[in-house]
């Protein structure tokens, strides 16, 4: 008989030590890890106050007499009504709101339209001219809207525009058109181009093509430029201001929220009306802050869409 074959000792395989592999490697990155988490939410709990804290003050001063605001601005409200809202919307804020929603229902549809097909033409076309096109909507979203105000008076005056509904949404579209090319150019450059090249060779017309499957695609894009086009034509002050006066005693006052709270701030002289001043500013955060909470998810969605793809 033969002897059973004697197997090799079993050793344990040396495994390649890495570096950093010791305990006290880890401490100084954990620290610096804490450090700047400290900082950041630090940071934060700072931009919050610095945000609520002026919001709550508004708020407060909607319950509270003209007296008590003058005396002490921090005092809190000794009755609770809502008088001050009645008065804000008597002495016209009711009429500057309806203005303002009257501008933005055609501004900001028209901004989104032309903006969305400019941007995609310039994203997913090569043509004569593209490049130069592109970069001349990028040096209006860089051009100072003060240095404009001049021309612009007289070009609206020519046209016979001035304090007309009309005459100021074309100014908003022209106002807010670079910035919403610059955006969607470069999300519509992040769309797959095998759908496109899929729908042209089953026969889709172009005008399909983008209203059918591109622009939805770029939804996310669209929700989030269109948050920063009402942000920003909703506070809009110094066009209104230029293009918004009365020519004559028989024009009516067409004049927009911030214009007019700002002139309601200034009409009652020695005899402000605080309370009704903070109704009206709290009437004209209202729809904004309803809008951005709404589709915060989708800007957000929208404003990390181009990076992840």
Do not use: C
Not at 44 to 53: A, D, E, F, G, P
Not at 105 to 130: C, E, I, K
Not at 167 to 182: H, M
Request: net charge positive.
């Amino acid at each position: 008989m033969t002897a059973p074959a004697t197997q090799p000792p079993v050793t344990k395989a040396k495994l390649p030590r890495q570096r950093g592999g010791n305990r006290g490697s880890g401490a100084p990155r954990d620290a610096e890890g804490k450090t700047f988490n400290a900082f950041s939410h630090g940071f934060l709990v700072l931009w919050s106050i610095m945000i609520v804290l002026p919001l709550f003050w508004i708020l407060l001063g909607n319950f509270k007499t003209d007296s008590q605001i003058k005396s002490s601005a921090w005092t809190w409200p000794t009755e609770w009504t809502f008088d001050a809202f009645q008065r804000g919307w008597e002495k016209g804020v009711g009429d500057y709101l309806l203005n303002t929603l009257i501008v933005m229902v055609f501004s900001v549809p028209l901004t989104m339209l032309l903006g969305a097909m400019a941007a995609y033409v310039l994203a997913r076309y090569d043509f004569v001219g593209n490049r130069f096109i592109y970069y001349f909507f990028v040096a209006g979203s860089m051009f100072p809207v003060f240095l404009a105000l001049v021309p612009l008076y007289f070009m609206v005056d020519r046209l016979g525009m001035l304090n007309t509904y009309q005459g100021l949404i074309l100014v908003y579209v022209a106002y807010s058109l670079p910035f919403t090319v610059f955006y969607l150019h470069s999300f519509f450059r992040t769309l797959p181009t095998a759908i496109h090249e899929a729908a042209v060779i089953d026969g889709a017309s172009h005008t399909r093509v983008f209203f059918q499957i591109m622009l939805p695609m770029a939804k996310p894009g669209l929700i989030s430029v269109g948050i920063f086009n009402v942000l920003g034509q909703w506070n809009q002050y110094i066009l209104p201001l230029t293009l918004m006066q009365k020519q004559s005693g028989n024009d009516p006052d067409r004049s927009m929220l911030a214009q007019g709270l700002v002139s309601l701030m200034n009409a009652g002289n020695y005899e402000t009306d605080l309370p009704a001043l903070y109704a009206g500013m709290t009437i004209s955060m209202i729809p904004v802050l309803v809008v951005y909470l709404s589709f915060q998810r989708q800007v957000q969605s929208g404003l990390t869409a181009a990076t992840i793809k």
